[in-house]
């Protein structure tokens, strides 16, 4: 028989053996303690082969019923149902009680659990409910599964100074339960909850951490991970973090992280944030196919700063991810997308951030839609795309309302859609949709607009190629201009409905040398006070070739008054509309002089 594991005893379980076995000296007490135990061990096996004999055999009866069921024709009358499982075996498993364990809340159970699980490889280790103190666990064997009962708490003993559970074998699962890190009895910065270390196929499902000193799951250069119903809170700092490392040599396949819920809304001074997925630009190694779903993250409500707490971070060569369905709540951002191609934002609900609902930079090829993000008049910008190479994003059917400053900016991001997004801002805030750093080929169509602001509701600068057709920008009589674009060529502004603005439908101007050529304006139907459309040239700006400016549809309220009362035609610009009440009749402004419908000066 093979040595037996050393146990650490407790000094009443001691007393008990000496106590309860023959002989006069501890030895022959020895003796006697181990003839039993292994007597009782050899019974144990014994019964446990003879109980796998028996699940064996029930198992296939059961298999042969099953089948022979399924050759039976139906009774008459009666359709035929499919073969039901007559009788459901489980593997075999084994209680850490049977190898010593406590669970008191006192005793240092390390060593009992640890014999317990090389005895279990491959099986199922069954913890009952109780506090388990340990100094640090460790997986013992591949395809494992650790199965906490309900009240089963794994707590780090005082000044462990230990990750709690480390994994180091591949298919290794821990299910329900509670893991602890007693943060504050530790006194160095650098544990984990549960540190998974470069194998795949690793599980935890409906697992509850908490009192971590640093992060609660750190998985490292490990594919295939499913992080399932777990409950995370008491962080030193991220909740859940997988990535590639500097050492990496393969990508990463296949991360899932759903259904959980981390909370760390009540810490103060906290670092880094919610779940992030994270790849590695000097191994230039990737994460491809990373799932996060359906979860929920809590962060506290904090002032922007330069140290970045993001709910979900998606961040550096993380390919094709998916994150739908998720509810943020604090941090300095709802989700960011870094550096990382094709991914998908979908049909997640963002609150409560200081800075950004979705940051979305440096990631072409990507999708931003139907997301519902509220700023709470907190918030500065709902989404944004920043940084060079976020190019041919789609960002489509979001809600987006109580922004400080930006409903969506686009910053450079050539060749992006932004389309079919319902976006209301309060009073204060600064533009709907801003096109800015440069882009080409964007599109704004299909927005709904509601501006409460004293600014415009679409602007743009130094655009090509933009196209802004089929809006509806209410400016609720404080929105100055609908549509603004400053040095912008090669420009369309179709069918768009635009009402409440004070000084202009819509205006293309440059107040430096530029020239302003190759626009289109057509088909826009404006009601307002202001100017409906103009195009400025001013400041050393001219206007060139293929300037094409179609009267508004019905609805235009064009400015009207006494000759005396119109502007000149150089500061209404041109395509500037006014009713000449003195003259009974409208004009139009070539950018110089007022004209008739007949070309005539007016």
């Known amino acids: 028989m093979p040595d037996l594991p050393a146990l650490t005893l407790s000094q009443a379980h001691y007393d008990r053996v000496v106590a309860a076995f023959p002989g006069t000296t501890l030895a022959a007490k020895a003796a006697a303690y181990k003839a039993w135990l292994t007597g009782n061990l050899i019974d144990y096996a014994a019964l446990t082969e003879a109980r796998r004999i028996d699940e064996a055999a029930n198992a296939s009866k059961a298999a042969r019923l099953a089948a022979l069921a399924a050759s039976l024709p139906a009774r008459p009358g009666e359709v035929a149902q499919p073969p039901q499982q007559l009788l459901q075996t489980g593997g075999p498993s084994i209680s850490v009680k049977d190898y010593g364990a406590e669970g008191d809340g006192t005793t240092d159970d390390t060593a009992a659990i640890t014999a317990a699980a090389l005895a279990a490889a491959g099986q199922t280790l069954h913890f009952p409910a109780g506090t388990y103190l340990h100094t640090g666990l460790m997986s013992r064997g591949a395809n494992q599964t650790w199965q906490l009962e309900p009240g089963a708490l794994l707590q780090l003993k005082d000044a462990a100074n230990a990750h709690c559970v480390v994994v180091t074998h591949p298919g290794f699962k821990i299910a329900g339960g509670t893991i602890d890190g007693n943060r504050a009895n530790q006194s160095l910065a650098h544990w984990y909850g549960v540190y998974v270390q470069a194998v795949a196929d690793v599980t935890l499902d409906g697992v509850a951490i908490q009192g971590v000193k640093k992060r609660g799951i750190y998985a490292h250069d490990s594919d295939r991970l ?230 415009y509701a679409i602007a743009g600068s130094l655009c090509t190629h933009l196209t802004i057709s089929g809006n509806t920008v209410n400016g609720n009589g404080t929105c100055l201009k609908a549509v603004a674009l400053d040095r912008s060529t090669n420009v369309t502004i179709m069918g768009n409905v635009l009402r409440g603005f004070t000084q202009h439908g819509i205006l293309v101007y440059a107040s430096v040398a530029f020239v302003l050529d190759h626009i289109t304006i057509l088909g826009n139907e404006i009601s307002a006070p202001g100017t409906a459309v103009a195009v400025q040239a001013t400041g050393g700006a001219t206007v060139g070739v293929n300037v094409l400016l179609g009267q508004a549809r019905s609805g235009l309220t064009a400015p009207a008054g006494a000759t005396a009362q119109r502007p000149s035609a150089v500061t209404a610009g041109v395509g500037a509309q006014w009713f000449d009440k003195t003259l009974g009749k409208p004009i139009f402004s070539d950018g110089t002089a007022w004209k008739d419908a007949a070309g005539a000066a007016a």
Not at 289 to 316: D, F, G, M, Y
Not at 401 to 424: C, E, F, W, Y
Request: charged share 15%; aromatic share 2%.
């Open 226 to 455: 499913t992080i399932d119903r777990c409950r995370i809170s008491d962080t030193g700092e991220n909740a859940i973090l997988v990535e590639a490392t500097d050492t990496a040599t393969a990508p990463i396949l296949d991360p899932i992280i759903r259904n959980c819920h981390v909370d760390r809304s009540g810490e103060e001074g906290i670092i880094e944030g919610g779940i992030k997925i994270h790849g590695n630009l000097t191994s230039n190694q990737k994460v491809l196919r990373a799932r996060i779903t359906n979860n929920t993250v809590r962060l506290p409500t904090l002032a922007p700063s330069p140290q970045a707490q993001v709910c979900i971070e998606v961040l550096n060569l993380v390919e094709h991810a998916v994150v739908s369905g998720n509810t943020t709540v604090g941090g300095t951002m709802g989700i960011s997308v870094a550096r990382s191609s094709c991914a998908v934002v979908t049909g997640n609900s963002l609150g409560g951030f200081s800075y950004y609902g979705i940051e979305w930079a440096g990631s072409p090829d990507g999708t931003c839609g139907n997301n519902t993000i509220d700023g709470n008049s907190l918030g500065l910008v709902g989404i944004v795309q920043s940084l060079a190479g976020s190019h041919r994003t789609a960002i489509t059917g979001n809600t987006v309302r109580g922004l400080a400053l930006d409903g969506i900016v686009t910053n450079g991001g050539n060749s992006t859609t932004i389309s079919a997004n319902i976006i209301t801002l309060p009073t204060g805030s600064r533009n709907a949709i801003n096109i800015a750093g440069s882009p080409t080929g964007v599109t704004v169509s299909g927005n709904a607009i509601d501006y409460s602001g004293a600014n």
